[in-house]
Structures are given as structure tokens and as C-alpha cells.
């Protein structure tokens, strides 16, 4: 019989997603946490997702950065592209809706094959990175107004509790990998993570029989160790199942989605993996969906971290497949 912190969120066409109790991990006795922190890696390394309740982030805090992004979303076109994402390299601002298709290609033609195919993602999004890097400013409403000001103070907030609880879910990894639970401190001590706002628009049914491979955000891993997703209730949110079949990963109020990403797929020798995810209609019917925001939070170790396989992901019969990397 399974532990009461551990049940299912997902379980479809042989996509198993557990629902953990976090706090059994926190705070649970000895074996509690082994327990726990055990079935947590279990779900990263088979679906490459887990959902989490009772993480420690007081709903209000949730509840209050979901706020801030919708106020942000609704301020004038002209003042969002005042903020407006520049490089890769600086990975924070405002991209308006069609500019970003999300995808794994790399070939610019192959993505625009890709656009043509599955209409541009629907949505908008802003990114926020660490504050202080004097290269890499974030980008903020606070020029414009009172209200930029809280946007600014409650993000900032946010991106410091959701490093904390990255550096958490790595020490439950760190435990259901048996190696010291404090391994990975000093590899996410420095918040190089990235918090984006998401929004999907209001969109009409009608554009998806128009167009049957039409989605709101397209097929991709995510690029760093883990990713913390918050959800609003309207559902879209797909896992591609081990038979390869895209399944939803519905909504469940208080929770967050975590999935393991490349980086930390490499760093464990590929024994978590980094699943393919999209966004697409909501399952429910309506001739016109409302619109949908999420919060991802991606983690990343700490830039200037040498990162090669993690102690006890390699042995003789199964040698480290990847050299150590940089960023
Ligand atoms: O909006 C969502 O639920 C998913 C977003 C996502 O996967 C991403 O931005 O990487
Ligand atoms: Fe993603």
C-alpha cells in the first residue's frame, strides 16, 4: 500500500504522475522522508513529472503573483514592447503573442515549417531573471507607474520563495538518489532561474477545427534542472505518455507541476527525463475558451557550476554517456 503522502494525479495510457505530499519530506521522520523523497525521484525518472501539495508556498503568495501577471498582461501593447525580450543571452522581457513558437527544432526553417503547420503559439509571456546582473536587466513597469512598483516587489518576491523551494525538491532528489541531501546546495544557491509569466488569450473553438493542429503552446522540453509550473483550472496542459501519445495533466487546485529538464537529465546520465509537454485546447467544451495563465518557474544550477554526472547515476556497467559542461 502506498504512504497517505503519496497518491496519483495521472494515470493514463501508462503515464504515472504522482501527487506528493512535499511536507512528509520537510518534516516527516527519517523514513518518511526516504519514502517520499523516493517515490519523487520514482515519477522523474518514468514520466519525468510530479505534482506537489502542501510545498510550503502559501497560497495568498500563488494567488497574488496570478494577479499581478493578469494586471500586467491587460497594460497597453505600446508599453509591453517598451519591455520587450531581446536575446537569448539576456532571456527576459515581454514577447508578444506569435513571436515565440515554442519547439526543439533548431533550424530556423524547420520552425517556420512548424508555424505554418500549428499556427504560432498563442500566447504572450514576460520573463523575469535574477536581479542584479549588470549585463542583464530585468525589465520593469515600475518606470511607468504605482502599479509597476508592486508588479516589481511582488515578482521579485516570488522568483527568491520559488529558488528555496528548488533547492528543496534537488535535496528530495538528492535523497532518493542516496547521495548526502545537501549535494546539490551549492549547485542552486544562486537563483540563476527564470520566472515567466504566461497568458493565453481568450481563444474561439472555431480556431482549432479550423485548423485540427492548432495549439495554444507547442511540443518542447525545458531547458535547466527542474521546472516549477503553477496552473490556473482551465486545463490544456499535455505529458506525452511512454506509448507517445499526448495525455492531459489536469488542473489540481493547490498543486504545482514539476518536471525535470535537460540539463538535469544529462547531469543524472538520463536516469530522470525531460518529457515533452504542450498547451493546447482545453478539453472542455465552449465556443469560446477564457483565457489561461500559468507561472513557470525554470531552474537552473548556478551558471558558473562545471556540471558532470551526479555521483551514483554511473557505475562500470553503465558509464557516464556525456562529458562535463558549462552552462
Ligand atoms: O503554460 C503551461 O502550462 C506550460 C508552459 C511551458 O511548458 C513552458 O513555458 O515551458
Ligand atoms: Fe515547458
Not at 515578482?155 to 545537501?182: N, Q
Not at 540563476?192 to 472555431?206: A, G, K, M
Not at 467544451?285 to 547515476?313: L, M, Q, W
Request: proline share 6%; charged share 25%.
Amino acid at each position: 500500500m502506498k504512504p497517505a503522502a503519496i497518491s496519483s494525479a495521472v494515470s493514463s495510457d501508462s503515464l504515472e504522475i504522482p501527487l506528493i505530499d512535499f511536507s512528509a519530506f520537510v518534516s516527516g521522520d527519517a523514513t518518511t522522508r526516504r519514502t517520499t523523497a523516493r517515490a519523487l525521484l520514482e515519477g522523474f525518472q518514468t514520466a519525468g513529472f510530479i505534482y506537489l501539495r502542501n510545498h510550503g508556498i502559501p497560497r495568498a503568495d500563488v494567488q497574488a503573483t496570478f494577479a499581478e501577471s493578469a494586471k500586467f498582461f491587460k497594460r497597453p501593447q505600446t508599453q509591453k514592447e517598451l519591455m520587450c525580450w531581446t536575446t537569448p543571452e539576456a532571456n527576459r522581457g515581454y514577447s508578444q503573442p506569435g513571436r515565440e513558437k515554442t519547439t526543439d527544432l533548431t533550424d530556423a526553417a524547420d520552425i517556420e515549417a512548424k508555424r505554418a503547420e500549428e499556427g504560432a503559439d498563442l500566447k504572450e509571456s514576460m520573463e523575469i531573471g535574477r536581479e542584479g546582473e549588470p549585463d542583464h536587466p530585468n525589465q520593469w513597469p515600475d518606470q511607468f507607474d504605482e502599479d509597476g512598483k508592486v508588479f516589481k516587489k511582488q515578482m521579485l518576491a516570488f522568483h527568491d520563495t520559488c529558488k528555496e523551494l528548488h533547492v528543496k525538491v534537488m535535496s528530495a532528489i538528492a535523497v532518493g538518489l542516496g547521495i548526502d541531501e545537501h549535494y546539490f546546495d551549492s549547485f542552486c544557491d544562486g537563483g540563476d532561474n527564470t520566472l515567466r509569466l504566461l497568458h493565453y488569450p481568450e481563444v474561439r473553438h472555431e480556431v482549432f477545427v479550423k485548423n485540427e493542429n492548432q495549439v495554444r503552446a507547442g511540443a518542447h522540453t525545458d531547458y535547466g534542472s527542474i521546472t516549477l509550473l503553477f496552473q490556473d483550472m482551465a486545463g490544456g496542459l499535455q505529458v506525452l505518455s511512454p506509448n507517445k501519445n499526448f495525455i492531459d495533466a489536469t488542473p489540481i487546485e493547490i498543486t504545482i507541476v514539476v518536471n525535470a529538464a535537460d540539463l538535469l537529465a544529462r547531469w543524472s546520465n538520463d536516469r530522470l527525463k525531460s518529457t515533452k509537454h504542450r498547451v493546447v485546447e482545453p478539453p472542455t467544451k465552449a465556443d469560446v475558451h477564457p483565457a489561461r495563465y500559468s507561472i513557470a518557474y525554470f531552474c537552473n544550477p548556478n551558471f558558473d557550476r562545471f556540471i558532470e554526472a551526479i555521483p551514483g547515476t554511473y557505475s562500470v556497467e553503465s558509464p557516464k554517456k556525456y562529458e562535463g559542461i558549462n552552462r
